[in-house]
């Protein structure tokens, strides 16, 4: 597919992508945090998942469609129709802080909010004397 230049954050590392060439997929960074935005028309918000795996995480859609089969007389299948759409890309989260991901999914178009890791800066703090 193409890639909007938004994409060449090191967040993002690789897309395999079958049956669905039209999916278009963003990804901004927004300062704080990175937001990916991904068009997947058809799916229901059940056969999209995320999944987080250590420093990876995996978006993937599957969409299966199946009309009903009707057997003529002599036992050939006069309408059998099956496709499968299937979507998946995965992320370098490795600066991600994965405890504050959230995910919507409205309108066809999936947000996924993934902040980034604050960096842990020391506390410094003066000492009174009692």
Not at 4 to 17: H, V
Not at 52 to 80: F, I, N, Q
Not at 87 to 107: F, G, M, P, R, W
Request: charged fraction near 30%; glycine fraction near 4%; hydrophobic fraction near 30%.
């Amino acid at each position: 597919g193409d890639w909007s230049s938004t994409c060449a954050l090191p967040i993002f590392f690789g897309e395999k992508s079958t049956a669905m060439s039209s999916c278009k997929t963003d990804i901004r960074d927004t300062g704080d945090s990175y937001v990916l935005e991904a068009e997947l028309p058809g799916f229901q918000k059940d056969e999209i998942k995320i999944s987080v795996e250590s420093d990876t995480l995996t978006l993937s859609a599957v969409h299966k469609e199946k009309t009903e089969e009707e057997k003529a007389k002599d036992g050939t299948y006069l309408r059998r129709e099956r496709s499968t759409s299937s979507y998946e890309q995965k992320l370098d989260i490795s600066n991600v802080d994965t405890s504050k991901l959230h995910a919507v999914y409205e309108n066809g178009v999936l947000t996924l909010t993934m902040p980034k890791k604050q960096p842990a800066t020391p506390v410094s703090r003066q000492l009174e004397i009692h």
